[in-house]
């Protein structure tokens, strides 16, 4: 899986590619005795000194790739003269680190006609798309090329549509994740991580945030599941729940569930002739609900052993029980 990141510079270009050709980081992949006088060349033809000078890309492997760096390079090679086909460009690929990675410097000025380059956001998807199509031809994994919530690959749209099926077929998140593996697609998921990642069988790889759904965000299917998943009283209105197309696409859902259940009411029982054994099963449901959606994994069993000891409803009360 290739990452490609892109930035530009208007300091010296002798800075980084004194770098980025590090004898201990390269292993003499790269011949960069004449890069310096090539660029300066250049600018001086068409009179472009000033402004960015370089462009800096990097492409990153992923670490669990089978890679060699002779392997690399020439993916990077092959990326320069594709991407860059009018431009100089200085390919180094660094061993130093777990993960392999190419860094490309490219000079500010093309070559044939002057023109300083200027990067569109729809270049880079370019630049990204040709990067997967190398790594795939390749036999390395892929990562998504298109950032844009209403423009997305085939594969993308085939992820979210089964995670919304098997989210609406789960009663918690390892049910969710076991159905979604028996179809193929496997989900990455640590409650201490922002992120929950989708692979499927032809490994592109997908955070839960690039899906533009917010009832896969991690934090709002963790909620959907603490609330009892596909068996919920909320179930239909999170399920059922449209993500906006422009705007704010992260905390519409959250609202709307916060919103419900605070106009959820709890019932007051009768404390004349209550009875602390047999708690009223819709006052616990409200609790249950409410304590769920709060981060707090409790089932209405539990709670009610813990407020039908023999303990007075005030001492309950002082413990938090009852808010």
Known sequence: MAIIKLTSGKISVGII???????EKTEDNCMPESVLDEFEMTKLKYNKLGGRTYYHMIQSFASDDDITPEQAHEIGLQMAEHCFPEYQVLVATHIDRQHTHNHFVINSVNMVDG???NVAPQDLIAIKEYSNYLCEKNGFKTTEAKTDRNREPHWKFEIRMMALRMMKESYSMSDFIEKMRLHGIDVK???DYKYMTYTDANDHRVRDAKLFDERLLKE?????????????PLAETIETYETPKSGDCTT???NLIFDTLAALTTPEPDFDNYDYYEVEDKVLDVLVLKMRAHGYKVTKSELNKKISYNTPYEQEQEQGLFM
């Open 189 to 191: 998921y640590n409650p």
């Open 115 to 117: 023109n300083k380059m």
């Open 252 to 254: 519409g859902l959250d």
């Open 17 to 23: 590619v004194n770098y980025v050709t590090q004898k």
């Open 220 to 232: 709002n299917l963790q909620t959907y599941f603490w609330l009892g998943g596909c068996e919920s």
